[in-house]
């Protein structure tokens, strides 16, 4: 299993961007996929997970400015993140997790927010 972040980037405080992890298969059959970051010098953190049925669950730095969804066709997780901040800042990663067959992890994705 191959999972491709993309979309990060440089942008200002208040800003948004729109991170896509693509998937090399189906991702219908993953029981879990989640954002998670980490902040140079940091632990890597949760940032939102999604079900093969739609519930999401958010951290709580996040809630209210950050959306995940998933696409099903295009075997495909989104995160659209609005009202950017300086402490968003890190490199973002996408985890598929399957109860039969394990968890995934993507290269991550940098994304850099300025003051």
């Known amino acids: 299993v191959q999972l491709q972040a993309s979309g990060g980037g440089l942008v200002e405080a208040g800003g948004s961007l729109r991170l896509s992890c693509a998937a090399s298969i189906g991702i219908s059959r993953f029981n879990h996929m989640a954002w998670y970051r980490q902040a140079l010098g940091k632990q890597r953190e949760l940032v939102a997970t999604?079900?093969?049925?739609?519930?999401?669950v958010y951290g709580g730095s996040v809630r209210g400015r950050f959306t995940i969804s998933r696409d099903n066709a295009d075997k495909t997780i989104y995160l659209q993140m609005n009202s950017l901040k300086p402490d968003d800042t890190g490199v973002y990663y996408c985890?598929?997790?399957?109860?039969?067959?394990?968890?995934?992890w993507g290269r991550g994705t940098q994304v850099t927010v300025s003051s």
């Open positions: 985890k598929a997790i399957s109860l039969q067959s394990g968890a995934y």
């Open positions: 999604i079900t093969n049925t739609g519930s999401t």
